[in-house]
Structures are given as structure tokens and as C-alpha cells.
């Protein structure tokens, strides 16, 4: 099964900039989309112009217009949707959607999240805290069920210095505190989840999957690896491959992330 994450940065947009069709070549499986910033018809219509006609959507959209959107694609029937992460507050803030999928292997929960931003010393950076509570806890769940599952999305944390570039320079920023951090340190410890783009790629530095559009951060790849399949440990141990979508220029680029492609061996045909 290959598994595509790739925060859209507003799917009209990526389309527009040939995003859509790029990702629909990339023979996907399930594609988790953050950032949508659409309704579920402007979803349809960017999707179904671009290769993913047909396929099963299921997506979230924020109550305030324009912002935020997450959804999960696949070209199977979805056997569950679910668009709550726990707390009621985050009810409508389109940064959850879960969907169960039938394999050969047994049922794959996937997920697709936009985790906050958040702004060091602010209530910003206490709700993204939150979500983050929110999301062990979700963890924590599948782990004692012994279940295969997979988050993926935009999780604004660099994990480790190895995950962005001016390491150095972030440390009191959002995206690298170290309470941030921490979350990471607890899921990947034990061993119950994996980085599985870390785990089948090796050390860093990077490869990284977000860069500003300003300045030469792009030309210099002075960028930030916040981007993530994270997966039970018994779907991490079914993965084989694993890419970043890195354009070849600045100018190539339908996004200010790159998509982040794994390979499961679940017991369908993967497309190499």
C-alpha cells in the first residue's frame, strides 16, 4: 500500500500550480492532504479534474472558511470515518479526519492532522500543547489495542536537530522547544511508534519537507522536516520504502511542503 502525506497549502491552488496532478502520477494508494482550505464540492472538483475521480474522500473542513482542512483519499471503500481527536474544543477545527481501511494484513486506521503552528508564550502555543495531549492520548489507545495504524500530516515539530536546519536558532521558537520535542521522545522510545521516514531513510540532515517561500530558504534547502508518517509498531514493521517529493527547483514547486511517500507491503500489489 503506498501511503502519500502532502500538505496542500490550499488544494485549489496546488492544483493550479499542477500539484494535483503530480501527486494523482505518484501511484498512491491513500493520500492524506492537510491544509485543503476548501469546501467538500471544491475538494471534488480539484480531485476529480486531476486523476482521483472515483476515489473515496473523506475530509473535515474548519469553521472558519479558508483555513486549516484535512482529508483522507483512497481509491478503497472506507470502512469508518472520524473526524474527532478527543476534545470537544478542537470539534470543527478541521485538523482530524481517520479513516479504517480493509487490507490483506487486517484493518489500517490512517490518519491525516494538521497539528497548530503555535507561538512560544502565547495561548497559541497552549492550544497546539493540547492537541498534542490530545493525540498521545489517541496513541496511547491504538497501542494497548495492538493496532495497525498510521498518523500522518503536517506536525509542526522538528523532532531532532538533524530535522531542520538553524537548530541552533529555533530553540525558543515554536516547532523546536523541547516541550514540544518531548512528545516525540515518548512515542518513539519504547518503540511503540515509529518515524518511519527516519527509520528507512537513516540520519539526517533532513531530508527536509518544509521550506519558506521567502528569501533562498528553497536554493539553500535551509529547511525543516515536519512532515511525518508515524505508525503503530505493527504497521511500521510492514515498511519498506520511503521518499521525500523534493522539486527539482523553486519554481517547480505546488507547495511550501514536499509530499512524504511510504511503502507498505500489506499484501497488495505496490507500485514502484
Known amino acids: 500500500m503506498r501511503l502519500i502525506t502532502a500538505n496542500v497549502n490550499g ?9 494535483v496532478a503530480w501527486l494523482a502520477e505518484q501511484g498512491a494508494d491513500v493520500l492524506c492532504l492537510q491544509e485543503v482550505r476548501a469546501d467538500d464540492d471544491q475538494l471534488a472538483e480539484a480531485l476529480d479534474a486531476d486523476g482521483f475521480a ?3 474522500v473523506a475530509h473535515t473542513e474548519a469553521a472558519a472558511k479558508g483555513r486549516a482542512g484535512v482529508a483522507v483519499v483512497s481509491r478503497d471503500p472506507h470502512l469508518r470515518v472520524g473526524t474527532s481527536v478527543g476534545p470537544e474544543e478542537f470539534d470543527g477545527a478541521g485538523r482530524w479526519v481517520e479513516v479504517d481501511l480493509a487490507t490483506p494484513a487486517g484493518t489500517v486506521t490512517v490518519v491525516s492532522t494538521y497539528v497548530h ?15 498534542l495531549d490530545a493525540v498521545d492520548a489517541r496513541l496511547r489507545r491504538w497501542t494497548a489495542d495492538g493496532a495497525l495504524a498510521v498518523v500522518t500530516g503536517d506536525l509542526n515539530v522538528a ?8 537548530w541552533k536558532g529555533n530553540l525558543k521558537k515554536s516547532g523546536f522547544l523541547a516541550v514540544e520535542r ?37 536554493d539553500n534547502d535551509a529547511g525543516w522536516r515536519i512532515d511525518y508518517q508515524l505508525a ?18 523553486y519554481d517547480q514547486r505546488w507547495s511550501d511542503h514536499a509530499a512524504v511517500t511510504v511503502d507498505y507491503d500489506l499484501g497488495f500489489d505496490v507500485t514502484v
Open 11 to 19: 488544494i485549489r491552488a496546488a492544483a493550479r500550480r499542477g500539484g
Open 159 to 166: 523532532h531532532a536537530e538533524h530535522d531542520l536546519k538553524n
Open 54 to 56: 472515483g476515489w473515496h
Open 232 to 249: 503503530s509498531r505493527p504497521l511500521a514493521d510492514r515498511a519498506v520504502r520511503a521518499s521525500v517529493g523534493r522539486a527539482a527547483a
Open 182 to 218: 518531548a512528545y516525540f521522545d515518548r512515542w518513539f522510545t519504547d518503540g511503540e511508534w515509529a518515524d518511519v521516514h527516519r527509520s528507512l531513510h537513516g540520519p539526517g540532515p533532513g531530508p527536509y519537507t518544509w521550506w519558506s517561500w521567502r528569501g533562498k530558504a528553497f
Open 117 to 131: 503552528t503555535g507561538e512560544a508564550g502565547t495561548p497559541r502555543q497552549e492550544e497546539k500543547l493540547r492537541f
